[in-house]
T-cell receptor, first 117, second 116 residues
Framework: DAGVIQSPRHEVTEMGQEVTLRCKPI?????LFWYRQTMMRGLELLIY????????DSGMPEDRFSAKMPNASFSTLKIQPSEPRDSAVYFC???????????????FGPGTRLTVL | AQKVTQAQTEISVVEKEDVTLDCVYE???????LFWYKQPPSGELVFLIR??????QNEISGRYSWNFQKSTSSFNFTITASQVVDSAVYFC?????????????FGAGTRLTVKP
């Protein structure tokens, strides 16, 4: 079975450009998470969706970041305009909560390594 | 606010040694879930264990074991007879489950190096 799929795996762009990261969760999973990992701040939850609806976006650093989940099998994280401090590895994860909504194991994608010059 | 502390930034051991990775958490909730993830050099995070706050039984899975102690708010992870393949960054994480919240907070991670 395919795991969480992320694209691109690597992205190098110049400051000011728009960047779009893509994620395909595991089929049947109804929770999707976007994380950012940096040396300075570690792993940070940016936003998560339940049944395609954004539940908590308090981790989104600023208005330059936006995330969408138009259907159960696709999500995007967009940065516009990008800045050098956005350089990080961005992970997408999906899960199927247990009965009653209890959090379950999250399956992580391979990540997108973003470099903003 | 929930918080996870992994005080050990880096640990280095020689193969076959036992090693314990510490995790201390803070939460006001009575219902919460604790996780451990492994991040090998390849970069992908791999799930190791999930434990809810009502289950304080320790768990053993092969060379891995976990010690959950609510009295000290700790969820420590021990690798017995470590191997070079255990070299990775290990993350402890906490998820408060009130109102079906799936907000998972990770600790800073402990980088384990196992030398041959």
């Amino acid at each position: 079975d395919a795991g969480v799929i992320q694209s691109p795996r690597h992205e190098v762009t110049e400051m000011g450009q728009e960047v779009t990261l893509r994620c395909k969760p595991i089929s049947g999973h109804n929770s999707l998470f976007w994380y950012r990992q940096t040396m300075m701040r570690g792993l940070e939850l940016l936003i998560y969706f339940n049944n395609n609806v954004p539940i908590d976006d308090s981790g989104m650093p600023e208005d330059r970041f936006s995330a969408k989940m138009p259907n159960a099998s696709f999500s995007t994280l967009k940065i516009q305009p990008s800045e050098p401090r956005d350089s990080a590895v961005y992970f997408c994860a999906s899960s199927l909560p247990l009965s009653g909504g209890a959090p379950n194991e999250q399956f992580f994608g391979p990540g997108t390594r973003l470099t903003v010059l | 606010a929930q918080k996870v502390t992994q005080a050990q930034t880096e640990i280095s051991v020689v193969e076959k040694e036992d090693v314990t990775l510490d995790c201390v958490y803070e939460t006001r909730d009575t219902t919460y879930y604790l996780f451990w993830y492994k991040q090998p050099p390849s970069g992908e995070l791999v799930f190791l264990i999930r434990r809810n706050s009502f289950d304080e039984q320790n768990e053993i899975s092969g060379r891995y074991s976990w010690n959950f102690q609510k009295s000290t708010s700790s969820f420590n992870f021990t690798i017995t007879a470590s191997q070079v393949v255990d070299s990775a960054v290990y993350f402890c994480a906490l998820c408060e489950a009130q109102y079906n919240n799936n907000d998972m907070r990770f600790g800073a991670g402990t980088r384990l190096t196992v030398k041959p």
